[in-house]
Every structure is written in structure tokens, then in C-alpha cells.
């Protein structure tokens, strides 16, 4: 049985497309990942089903047409729309590890530790909230929750095998939090 431990959200379906199935989805990692994972996995009625892709075509730079073994029809299809989009951990950290930052939605490095350039630690990244046009990571700092801004521009490298980050933070940024 797969547990939401095991998974990490890179998507979400949009609407069926056509009759025959298909469906649209928005992804927010790099197409090549999605191609190269062996399947989807959703939540319906509270229990995380794996999705096998037939085929990935794009419509957008953020949206794709996916055709899914063993739906076949429009009300097939329109079970799965809404849904959150999972991808095993596992498989995706094995996939993605050549890609750079862009190539991991910001919910993987949820558990990172974050450093300062300098090498301070700063604290644990606990959530990743994207409700804002700028993404930020929560960050658990001495028993505070912190803000920090989630932007490529920001991050140095990240080490998936510590699973730690080193960002260059703006002088100041940790004491806007007090």
C-alpha cells in the first residue's frame, strides 16, 4: 500500500480532454521527469492509486495530455479530475538527479536543513508555501517558523544525499521574522 510518505505532489489534473480519455494536468516539474516515471499516483477515496501513462503529449509549457492505461472514456477520465498529482519519491529522486533546481518541485526539499552561504545553519525547511506569486519555505529556526524566499536565485546547491540546501540570504532577511 502506498502511504502520502512515500510520495511527493508534482501536479495536479485540470479537465478531460475529448472522448476518448484523455486528460490535461498541470506539472510543475520538468516534462522529461514526467516522461521517464513509471507511474502517477493519486488520491481517490482516500487511498493512493498508481496511474500508468500510455502518453504524454504538451499543450502548454506548464500543461500536458495524458493518455492513462485503462481509462478510455470521458467519465473515466473525469474521476481523476482535481486531483493532486504524486510521484514516488524513490523513483523520482533517481530520475531526477542530474537535473538542476528547476527540475524539483519546491515540496522535495521539505526535511532540507537550510544553510547560510557561510555555512550557519538556519534551520529545518517544514512546508513550502506557494499561495503567493513568490513562492517561500517555512522554516523551523530555534522553535520558530521563519519565512524565506524559494527562488532559484537565491539557492547555491543542495546536496540530495544530506539533504541540505546552501542559500545566499539577503543581509537582514532572518531578522525580518523576529
Known amino acids: 500500500m502506498i502511504t502520502r510518505d512515500e510520495l511527493i505532489a508534482i501536479g495536479h489534473y485540470n479537465k478531460t480532454h475529448g472522448v476518448a480519455g484523455e486528460i490535461s494536468a498541470t506539472i510543475d516539474v520538468d516534462m522529461s521527469l514526467l516522461e521517464s516515471l513509471s507511474c502517477l499516483v493519486s488520491d481517490l477515496d482516500g487511498i493512493f492509486v498508481p496511474f500508468f501513462v500510455n502518453s504524454c503529449r504538451p ?28 510521484a514516488l519519491k524513490k523513483k ?21 536543513t537550510l544553510l547560510d552561504n557561510d555555512g550557519t545553519r538556519v534551520g529545518e525547511i517544514i512546508e513550502v508555501d506557494e499561495q503567493t506569486e513568490n513562492a ?22 543542495f546536496d540530495l544525499d544530506k539533504k541540505e540546501m546552501v542559500m545566499d540570504l539577503p543581509q537582514g532577511i532572518l531578522d525580518l521574522n523576529d
Open 136 to 157: 517561500i519555505f517555512i522554516v523551523e529556526r530555534e522553535g520558530q517558523e521563519i519565512m524565506v524566499p524559494a527562488t532559484d536565485e537565491l539557492i547555491v546547491e
Open 59 to 86: 499543450k502548454t509549457n506548464e500543461t500536458v495530455l495524458l493518455t492513462i492505461d485503462g481509462i478510455e472514456n470521458e467519465q473515466e477520465a473525469s474521476r481523476l479530475v482535481n486531483h493532486e498529482i504524486f
Open 92 to 112: 523520482f529522486r533517481h530520475e531526477a538527479e542530474d537535473v538542476d533546481a528547476d527540475g524539483y518541485p519546491l515540496d522535495y526539499f521539505i526535511g532540507f
